[in-house]
């Protein structure tokens, strides 16, 4: 069973910046598409950015030009670098594939943005 384990989210205010950190169980050098994902209270969770083995991106409109999704697969890691954070960028934020099946999720990673 894979586990992911997503860190560094936390409080910041509007316009600052976080760096979230995604610790998967198993190697992802045969994984295609790895991608960050996010859920604010009452609405479902959305594809944030996602990237391809190859380092090839792609990014929802909402934060394109701000957020930078890369990884190490000899770390086994996937980051989201998060600028000029909104209030509206508010949420738990997870890792995991992007395609079928998704693994597990994890706990996921609380980022709050006051104005």
């Known amino acids: 069973q894979v586990q992911l384990v997503e860190s560094g989210g936390g409080l910041v205010q509007a316009g600052g910046s976080l760096r979230l950190s995604c610790a998967v169980s198993?190697?992802?050098?045969?994984?295609?598409?790895m991608g960050w994902y996010r859920q604010a209270p009452g609405k479902q969770r959305e594809l944030v950015a996602s990237i391809t083995r190859g380092g090839t991106t792609n990014s929802a409109d909402s934060v394109k030009g701000r957020f930078t999704i890369s990884r190490d697969n000899v770390k086994r890691m996937v980051y989201l670098q998060m600028n000029s954070l909104k209030p509206e960028d508010a949420a738990v934020y997870f890792c995991n594939v992007h395609g079928l099946p998704l693994w597990d999720w994890g706990q996921g990673t609380q980022v709050t943005v006051s104005s």
């Open positions: 198993r190697s992802i050098i045969s994984i295609v598409t």
